[in-house]
């Protein structure tokens, strides 16, 4: 964390707009110093825009995640311009839908540069910065797809689950060498953000997320309590815990489930426009802000995050419970 008095200088991957934009509000109404990281240009300044109107600063850094020298030059010009990195965020991602064998060898190979190497050359220049100074905040934005892969997405399913590994991975070297660098993952239920309406897609209506559905605000909030607090891993809403704690138990079902309903439960009923603009290579025109077009199916809130966040008041609440039906049975004898 940054010293008593000063404003936290945050780094986001992808925080022109969705999840990431909404992370960077959630840190400006601090008052944080933030670094911009993505590649539209109009994007980012309505981004900085906001920021600025929240109590925060911006920094606008256009850069392509997937170019591990941009990233550098990126994380050199916060700290030249912002001071030392204190929490560095791991968002940025890119996605096809599209059944695997209609798949291109460059398009797998762009979803993988972007959503998992992004994060390995994220992490090596917030490293780089944070080892010498023995301090500073990793958060990696994950998903249930980190746990359970669904058809027509697994190229990023594929990202994920690696993003995953290399994570657990590093934090045991971390421990080893008795650093204090914080790593955690947070894991994203589906998100009502632009994403469905710029990622490329083969499908024959339009990408939906797989309901239920929560507003990007809800794992902006996860991010921020995951920044500040000495937890391994972090799952947001019911439907991410019951999707990894279900594939624990019965994987087998899954498969099997995913394969009669995963078609449908990633697609509306309107028809999808082959010929509109995806952002798989380069950035949309325009500013597509932070949500998405679901706001009307879209949850505000998450018990199960409150639940995990709290998890001394549940606890606490649990013993109570227990406490006073041992009393009462007691009393009936």
């Given amino acids: 964390m940054s010293s008593p008095g000063k404003p936290e200088v945050v780094v986001i991957t992808g925080a022109s707009a969705g999840l990431g934009r909404a992370i960077a509000h959630e840190f400006a109404?601090?008052?944080?110093h933030i670094?911009?990281?993505?590649?539209?240009?109009?994007?980012?300044?309505g981004a900085a825009r906001e920021i600025e109107?929240?109590?925060?600063?911006?920094?606008?850094?256009?850069?392509?995640?997937?170019?591990?020298?941009?990233?550098?030059a990126a994380a050199l010009a916060v700290e030249e311009q912002l001071g030392p990195i204190d929490i560095w965020i791991n968002n940025a991602m890119t996605s096809v839908f599209s059944p695997f064998k209609e798949m291109t060898a460059q398009e797998f190979k762009r979803v993988t540069e972007v959503t998992y190497?992004?994060?390995?050359?994220?992490?090596?220049?917030?490293?780089?910065?944070?080892?010498p100074r023995d301090r500073g905040v990793i958060v990696q934005v994950g998903s249930a797809l980190a746990y359970r892969g669904i058809p027509l997405q697994s190229a990023y399913c594929g990202s994920k689950h690696a993003i995953k590994?290399?994570?657990e991975s590093l934090r045991a070297e971390l421990i080893h060498d008795k650093s204090q660098v914080h790593l955690t993952m947070v894991q994203m239920p589906a998100l009502n953000t632009p994403q469905f309406g710029w990622v490329k897609s083969r499908l024959p209506h339009k990408?939906?997320?797989?309901?239920?559905?929560?507003?990007p605000e809800v794992g902006a909030r996860a991010v921020y309590w995951a920044a500040h607090n000495k937890r391994r891993e972090l799952f947001v809403g019911g439907s991410t815990t019951i999707v990894i704690q279900g594939n624990k138990l019965?994987?087998?079902?899954?498969?099997?489930?995913?394969?009669?309903?995963?078609?449908?439960?990633?697609?509306?009923?309107?028809p999808e426009n082959p010929q509109r603009p995806n952002n798989l290579f380069a950035p949309v025109k325009g500013d597509p802000?932070?949500?998405?077009?679901?706001?009307?199916?879209?949850?505000?809130?998450?018990?199960?995050?409150?639940?995990?966040?709290h998890r001394g008041l549940v606890y606490l609440g649990a013993a109570a419970v227990a406490g006073l039906s041992t009393l009462l049975i007691r009393r009936g004898k």
Avoid: C, N
């Fill in 207 to 215: 990408a939906q997320p797989v309901p239920p559905i929560f507003q």
């Fill in 35 to 45: 670094g911009l990281l993505a590649r539209g240009e109009a994007s980012l300044q």
């Fill in 250 to 270: 019965a994987a087998g079902f899954g498969d099997w489930y995913l394969s009669k309903t995963g078609y449908k439960g990633q697609q509306t009923t309107e």
């Fill in 117 to 131: 190497l992004g994060v390995v050359y994220g992490t090596q220049a917030a490293l780089r910065r944070m080892l």
């Fill in 29 to 32: 109404q601090r008052g944080a």
């Fill in 289 to 309: 802000g932070t949500h998405g077009t679901f706001d009307k199916q879209a949850k505000p809130k998450s018990l199960q995050l409150w639940a995990a966040t």
């Fill in 165 to 167: 590994g290399f994570t």
């Fill in 53 to 72: 109107e929240a109590g925060g600063k911006a920094l606008i850094l256009p850069t392509d995640v997937a170019d591990p020298d941009q990233v550098e």
